[in-house]
């Protein structure tokens, strides 16, 4: 199940969940389904917008995602080539340039964003 949940302020910010009917979002780093669709969405909709990452959500994929501003909130993760680290909530909320950011990420990130 794929959601968008948007709120204005000084940027449009969009989160993507998906979580199976009994609210598993995760399994060691990997989604516990391969739903093609939802792919295919999470792709189309973020295709050449800034998109944040937890730590873990980040490292599970394992990759920077092309033609997308890569950014990862997290207080111990290393310099990655292609990638933002962003230290605090603060200087996530603190970014003016994008008109929209999409959040994606397991419980850390979504438990710093409870309410968009």
């Known amino acids: 199940m794929s959601q ?3 709120r ?3 940027c449009r910010r969009v989160a993507l969940a998906a979580m199976a009917s009994n609210r598993v979002i995760g399994r060691e780093g990997k ?3 391969h739903l093609p669709e939802d792919l295919k969405f999470f792709k189309q909709t973020t295709m050449g917008h800034p998109i944040l990452f937890g730590k873990t959500t980040f490292e599970g994929l394992g990759r920077v995602l092309p033609k997308r501003r890569n950014l990862v909130l997290s207080r111990s ?3 990655v080539e292609g990638v933002e680290v962003l230290r605090s909530l603060e200087q ?3 970014l003016e340039e994008p008109l929209l ?3 994606w990420g397991g419980g850390g990130i979504s438990s710093t964003f409870p309410a968009l």
Request: glycine fraction near 6%.
């Open 4 to 6: 968008v949940l948007e």
């Open 8 to 10: 204005e302020g000084k």
């Open 31 to 33: 989604l516990p389904w």
């Open 77 to 79: 993760m290393e310099p």
């Open 92 to 94: 996530v909320l603190a």
């Open 101 to 103: 950011f999409c959040l």
